[in-house]
């Protein structure tokens, strides 16, 4: 399966990811696929939006003290929801499908996610830390919501402008 990432300002970014109700073997050999592309892109965390596949699932691996992603700690969540927040707590962000761009982004210090793994099994996760963080970030996407949309007016005008450059910056190197 070959998968590209979906980058800004594409339009399929905004829209909201489709529950799924099949957790069949396509689903598993999406997942499948995800993750070493994942990790092939330097990513810690990747929406099935983000390679266009509207639906709800997304895929984790925090890296360890050595900066390693053992495939053991992989995290693949299907049709999540945070039925608990506390705290707040920012850090510096940035995104597959926004690259190059990073900016400090204020979300929720601790969470409690209820989602289901890829056999439909119904689970339950507390997170802190740079799990809870990430965690939320890709859920913002199946929502349609990019990192950059968090920002202030201000800081939102600065990307733009800087955006706008590096993509003609791209264009004049083709």
Do not use: W
């Not at 997942?31 to 990790?39: G, K, S, T, Y």
């Not at 204020?106 to 965690?135: F, M, P, S, V």
């Amino acid at each position: 399966m070959q998968l590209t990432i979906v980058e800004y300002p594409d339009k399929r970014l905004k829209n909201k990811s489709k529950e799924i109700k099949n957790f069949d073997a396509e689903l598993h050999k999406l997942l499948d696929a995800m993750h070493p592309f994942m990790i092939e892109t330097n990513g810690i965390g990747l929406a099935a939006i983000q390679v266009n596949y509207p639906i709800r699932a997304l895929i984790l691996n925090i890296p360890n003290e050595d900066g390693e992603q053992p495939p053991e700690n992989l995290l693949e969540v299907i049709n999540p929801v945070i039925t608990a927040k506390s705290g707040e707590t920012s850090y510096q962000e940035g995104c597959l499908s926004v690259p190059k761009f990073y900016e400090d982004v204020t979300r929720y210090e601790k969470i409690t996610l209820h989602y289901q793994d890829r056999y439909g099994n119904t689970k339950t996760l507390e997170a802190d830390d740079l799990l809870a963080i990430a965690l939320q970030h890709e859920i913002d996407h199946l929502e349609g919501i990019l990192f950059i949309d968090h920002l202030s007016y201000s800081r939102r005008k600065k990307f733009e402008k800087e955006y706008k450059r590096m993509l003609k910056e791209r264009k004049q190197k083709k």
